[in-house]
């Protein structure tokens, strides 16, 4: 793997990959919904969709198939902290997919009657996201957690603050944003070092500097609270968490591990296993722990019959309370460790969820830790460490909640 960075301050990650088919290529810029104000609410997620509308050079139609016409694809997605735009190809595409990722990226026009087409299909997403109380759920916990701030509003926008937004707007915004040094170029794929970097002095060298002065709007408030709302559905719907370690907090690991032993991604996780598999109370049961640059969160979801709502709260609680009382033994220890290891070994698999990977490490911490390296720190987490973590988080008493109940 080499990293470097450009005069212009974009830095570059590349991991050679020979014998793989297809190659995964993308710009990661830092910036997000978090750093809109007040009057921007959604203007990010907006500018991902125009980016796709036409440049200075293509039209919509031949930005979509540039790629699409050789078999591959073309994406793009926004989060609070981030706008990615990335591609999937075969190999002899390389170039075509970094010029058309640059084309759009620096040189999209933004012209007003695509804007407008877009604010229609966003508004269909708003409405998409409605029907879904899961996805809705989520985002309606944030803003619990963050009230008065952009981290506790929706990535979308609203109906209402979506339709006002003009060309100048976004351009604005764009300008205010804009740094070359907070943008990563990442790719993973079968080109040689030597070849890669041409292309990207052709196509990344030559973007002009760019610099922000756009200060970062920090969390310092947060409130608990318990929210239960009726709504026209058939089963409820409850999450319920607090605030948790930023970024680069050292025990963001130590998190991690603890979250994927409560309630992770394999079926064997304590959730799981002690009221999903041991009652069959519900079908989704599940923790997450999501880290921003200032703060992060952890929570505990789950849906299912109202009847047994109540019935789930207690076994949860039971739960936390076993995980903040008792250290882990050192057996349960070692399979949780090696489960976590598998689950980061099976994500590094994926090659283009490896490109997006690297390409955050490097625009967060400016460097790619090896995943040895990563397993080194996972196999340090002691027992002790977890069980002191786990009464920081996993007091209930401090979460906040929010509940969807069906209308009776």
């Known amino acids: 793997m080499k990293t470097y960075t450009l005069p212009n301050g974009i830095k ?16 990661i810029l830092k910036f997000g919904s978090r750093n809109e104000k007040e009057n921007e609410h959604g203007i990010a997620h907006l500018i991902e969709h125009c980016l796709f509308k036409g440049t200075e050079k293509r039209k919509a139609y031949h930005i979509l198939s540039r790629l699409d016409a050789v078999g591959g694809e073309l994406n793009a997605y926004t989060t609070k902290e981030e706008l990615c735009v990335y ?30 087409k877009e604010k229609e299909v966003i508004t269909d997403e708003i409405h998409s996201y409605a029907d879904n109380p899961s996805e809705t759920l989520f985002e309606d916990f944030e803003t619990i957690l963050y009230p008065s701030h952009a981290l506790g509003r929706t990535i979308l926008g609203t109906e209402k603050s979506v339709k006002r937004f003009s060309r100048k707007d976004i351009q604005r915004f764009l300008k205010r944003m804009m740094d070359t040094s907070q943008i990563v170029f990442s790719s993973v794929g079968n080109i040689p070092h030597d070849k890669f970097e041409k292309l990207i002095q052709k196509y990344l060298t030559v973007i002009p500097k760019m610099s922000s002065n756009d200060k970062l709007n920090t969390v310092s408030k947060f409130t608990q609270d318990t929210v239960e709302l009726q709504k026209d559905l058939v089963q409820a719907h409850c999450i319920m968490g607090l605030p948790s370690y930023p970024l680069k907090n050292e025990k963001r690991k130590v998190l991690v591990l603890l979250a994927n032993i409560l309630g992770g991604s394999g079926m064997n996780n304590r959730l799981n296993l002690n009221i999903r598999e041991k009652y069959g109370y519900t079908y989704s049961i599940e923790s997450n722990y999501q880290s921003f640059i200032d703060t992060g969160n952890f929570n505990i979801y789950f849906s299912s019959e109202t009847k047994n709502f109540d019935k789930i709260m207690k076994l949860i609680k039971k739960e936390l309370n076993i995980l903040k009382s008792k250290e882990i033994g050192a057996t349960q220890l070692s399979l949780a460790k090696k489960q976590l290891k ?13 490109m997006l990977s690297i390409g955050k490490s490097m625009l967060y911490f400016d460097e790619v830790e090896s995943i040895e390296g990563v397993y080194d720190k996972i196999d340090s987490i002691s027992a002790e460490t977890l069980l002191e973590v786990a009464n920081e988080m996993l007091d209930i008493d401090k979460f906040s909640s929010l509940s969807f109940i069906p209308n009776k």
Not at 88 to 98: G, T
Not at 342 to 354: E, F, M, Q, R
Request: aromatic share 10%; with cysteine; glycine share 6%.
């Open 342 to 354: 598998g689950h980061i070994a099976i994500g590094h698999d994926n090659n283009s969820n490896l």
């Open 12 to 27: 570059i990650v590349h991991k050679y990959m020979p014998g793989v088919a297809v190659s995964h290529c993308g710009l």
């Open 87 to 116: 591609a999937s190809f075969i190999n002899q595409y390389y170039e075509r997919a970094i010029e058309l990722i640059c084309d759009i990226t620096f040189h999209s026009t933004f012209l007003d009657k695509e804007i407008d």
